[in-house]
């Protein structure tokens, strides 16, 4: 086994006397790389390009099953209209169980400047006919302003 200390292959011209520096990048490992990356973008471009394909089921288009639901309205003047219809305040719950076989509620909608006791009269009314009141509501527009 023998080496030696002072002297360099390359003439004496390292930084470090007796080491030699290499300075060649090896560059069969950055192409080997690059081809692997290049092979896996080429298999991979046509999935990307065509994506997958779904053949989904075609159905008939379903008729529109709106009903027509029952509708208490009231003016300021406190006058009872059923979907459109006046009716009278005692024959309430039996018009709507007539225009409206199987109809469990009923959407009462009444003027903001009506005063609350007809308006009580009517949820009465149709709580004895044994129908659910849902109130009908419109939201406020947010102007910033509060009430």
Known sequence: MAFTLNGSTNGGRSR????????????V??????????????????????GLEIDVPKVNKVKDTTQDLPVVSMNKDA?????????????????????FPGASAVYLQADRS?????????????????????????????TGKRR
């Open 79 to 99: 006058d009872l209209y059923l979907n459109g219809k006046s009716v009278n305040i005692n024959l309430l719950g039996d018009e709507v169980k007539k225009r």
């Open 16 to 27: 470090f006397r007796g080491v030699s520096t290499l300075s060649e990048i090896n560059i």
């Open 29 to 50: 490992p950055l192409v080997d790389v690059v081809l692997v990356l290049l092979i896996i973008f080429m298999l991979t471009a046509h999935v990307m390009e065509f």
């Open 114 to 142: 009506t005063t609350w006791e007809p308006i009580a009269s009517v949820v009465a009314a149709l709580g004895d006919a044994h129908l659910h009141v849902n109130i009908v509501t419109q939201p406020e527009e947010d």
